[in-house]
Nanobody
Framework: VQLVESGGGLVHTGGSLRLSCAAS????????TGWFRQAPGKEREFVAA???????NYADSVKGRFTMSRDNAKNTLYLQMKSLKPEDTAVYYC????????????????????WGQGTQVTVSS
């Protein structure tokens, strides 16, 4: 299974970006999928997740600003990010799990089996 993120870049505070994650070798519709991020010197943290039945979960820090979606026909995940802040600067990773199907535990990176290589998002002040 290969996951490939794209869409990262440099944006000013208040700007928007849309990240994409394309999968090959497995269908996203059969997995719980998530977005995580890791800032320099910090642990990787949960951003958002969608389960196979469409339930979503967001970190408090991004609620109301980020929206995660999934296009099953294209086998692609998206993370629409608005009102970006400097503290959103990080490498963003998409991930898929074939072991977890509850949104309650979808925030834990240890429940994910497949990871992309990451895409850098930098928000300037």
């Amino acid at each position: 299974v290969q996951l490939v993120e794209s869409g990262g870049g440099l944006v000013h505070t208040g700007g928007s970006l849309r990240l994409s994650c394309a999968a090959s070798g497995r269908t996203f519709s059969n997995m719980t999928t998530g977005w995580f991020r890791q800032a320099p010197g910090k642990e990787r943290e949960f951003v958002a997740a969608i389960t196979t039945n469409g339930n979503t979960n967001y970190a408090d820090s991004v609620k109301g600003r980020f929206t995660m979606s999934r296009d099953n026909a294209k086998n692609t995940l998206y993370l629409q990010m608005k009102s970006l802040k400097p503290e959103d600067t990080a490498v963003y990773y998409c991930a898929g799990s074939v072991r977890v199907f509850s949104v309650v535990v979808a925030h834990s990176e240890y429940n994910y089996d497949y990871w992309g290589q990451g895409t850098q998002v930098t928000v300037s002040s």
